[in-house]
């Protein structure tokens, strides 16, 4: 059974329709980038796949059960989401901001078991933000801001991510590392969609490429296709060039 599925789903914002028939699924192990242009629809398709926009047509199902009909709390398990923007009012410290993420798995009183300290200590060591843990969350760089964000979303243990711009604002070494740290994630079980535009980590780290473009899924499958794909020099407006390094690295950059 598939983590993710869209059947042929629209969304509508505002009366506009922003995402139209789109049909695909998300399987356990795959890491699958959504990339396109500015306003394509590709947050609007994030979010309805973390159950936060109510299609207009089709559906939306988490593996096999429809998550406007599942308690929060429930599909937690299963989804952890990571918005473009995140904002606290309170001056939180970062271990707590992590832990934000067990929320939904806690009972009780709510505080923190030696499970929750443990996933949160794992979580920021693949984030690279441990020694960040007694900082005060409003104080950090914009950069340390995110990678922050992304602990507490794979602090909550999901099976599978949804993340939005996870790189943004983030040196080329951080978001790297991001990115391999999601494949070795997916490799072990997990999944993760990510939108991005940063094509050159898309093409050497997705599983599969997700191309969105005028709200509709113009091309999907394996990331050079996709990439070098004259779907993609339609959406942008100007060609990928996909190339390889003497390294053997592949490379991404528009031309």
Same mark, same amino acid.
């Given at each position: 059974?598939?983590?993710?599925?869209?059947?042929?789903v629209?969304?509508?914002?505002?009366g506009?329709? @922003?995402?139209?028939?789109?049909?695909?699924?998300?399987?356990?192990?795959?890491?699958?980038?959504?990339?396109?242009?500015?306003? !394509?629809?590709?947050?609007t398709?994030?979010?309805?796949?973390?159950?936060?926009?109510?299609?207009?047509?089709?559906? @939306?199902t988490?593996?096999?059960?429809?998550?406007?009909?599942?308690?929060?709390?429930l599909i937690?398990?299963?989804?952890a989401?990571?918005?473009?923007?995140?904002?606290?009012?309170?001056?939180?410290?970062?271990?707590?901001? @992590?832990?934000?993420g067990?929320?939904?798995g806690?009972?009780?009183?709510?505080?923190?078991?030696?499970d929750?300290?443990?996933?949160?200590?794992?979580?920021?060591?693949?984030?690279?933000?441990?020694?960040? !843990?007694a900082?005060?969350?409003?104080?950090?760089?914009?950069?340390e801001?995110?990678?922050?964000?992304? *602990?507490?979303?794979?602090?909550?243990?999901?099976?599978?991510?949804?993340?939005?711009?996870?790189?943004?604002?983030?040196?080329?070494?951080?978001?790297?590392?991001?990115?391999?740290?999601?494949?070795?994630?997916?490799e072990?079980?997990?999944?993760?969609? +990510? +939108?991005?535009?940063?094509?050159?980590?898309?093409?050497?780290?997705?599983?599969?490429i997700?191309?969105?473009a005028?709200?509709?899924? *113009?091309?999907?499958? *394996?990331?050079?296709?996709?990439?070098a794909?004259a779907a993609?020099? !339609?959406?942008?407006?100007l060609?990928i060039?996909?190339?390889?390094?003497?390294?053997?690295? *592949?490379?991404?950059?528009?031309?």
């Amino acid at each position: 059974m598939a983590v993710l599925e869209l059947a042929d789903v629209s969304v509508a914002l505002g009366g506009r329709a @922003v995402v139209q028939g789109v049909t695909a699924k998300v399987e356990a192990g795959q890491l699958i980038v959504i990339v396109g242009p500015n306003g !394509a629809g590709k947050s609007t398709l994030l979010r309805t796949l973390a159950g936060l926009l109510a299609p207009q047509a089709g559906r @939306v199902t988490v593996r096999g059960r429809d998550p406007a009909r599942v308690a929060r709390r429930l599909i937690a398990r299963d989804l952890a989401y990571l918005p473009q923007q995140y904002e606290l009012a309170f001056p939180f410290a970062v271990e707590e901001v @992590v832990l934000l993420g067990r929320y939904a798995g806690q009972t009780g009183l709510g505080l923190a078991s030696a499970d929750d300290l443990a996933a949160a200590t794992a979580a920021m060591i693949a984030c690279d933000v441990q020694g960040l !843990a007694a900082r005060r969350f409003d104080e950090l760089s914009g950069g340390e801001a995110r990678r922050v964000i992304l *602990a507490q979303a794979i602090c909550q243990g999901a099976t599978c991510l949804l993340l939005d711009e996870p790189t943004a604002g983030l040196d080329p070494a951080h978001a790297r590392a991001v990115f391999a740290m999601l494949r070795t994630q997916c490799e072990a079980g997990a999944s993760a969609v +990510v +939108v991005t535009h940063d094509l050159d980590l898309a093409l050497r780290y997705a599983n599969a490429i997700w191309l969105v473009a005028n709200g509709t899924l *113009a091309a999907t499958g *394996a990331p050079a296709e996709v990439l070098a794909s004259a779907a993609t020099t !339609a959406a942008f407006g100007l060609a990928i060039h996909v190339g390889a390094l003497p390294s053997g690295d *592949a490379f991404a950059v528009p031309v």
